[in-house]
């Protein structure tokens, strides 16, 4: 199984990215899937996920700005952040709990957002 995200960059603050992750492999189904993020000398901090039900969680500090959706026929979770912050900043991962015979979490390789004020 892989994860693959897309989408960072280099954006001015106020301004909008649309991340995406695509799991791909030997897959029956996925339970949730969501977004994690660190920032330099910071602990990986969970920013948003979602279950195949639709159930979302945001972390405080993106609520109202970040929208976390996926695509359950595409294998795919997207996360479209508005309003950026500068503390937006970090490499931002993308977390899959994928059931094939059992159940294992993965990650993908990570995809980096940068934020200029």
């Known amino acids: 199984v892989q994860l693959q995200a897309s989408g960072g960059g280099l954006v001015q603050a106020g301004g909008s990215l649309r991340l995406s992750c695509a799991a791909s492999g030997s897959i029956f189904t996925i339970n949730v899937m969501g977004w994690y993020r660190q920032a330099p000398g910071k602990q990986r901090e969970l920013v948003a996920d979602i279950t195949s039900g639709g159930t979302t969680y945001y972390a405080d500090s993106v609520k109202g700005r970040f929208t976390i959706s996926r695509d359950n026929a595409k294998n795919t979770v997207y996360l479209q952040m508005n309003s950026l912050k500068p503390e937006d900043t970090a490499v931002y991962y993308c977390?899959?709990?994928?059931?094939?015979?059992?159940?294992?979490?993965?990650w993908g390789q990570g995809t980096q957002v940068t934020v200029s004020s």
């Open positions: 977390n899959a709990e994928i059931i094939f015979v059992r159940s294992r979490e993965y």
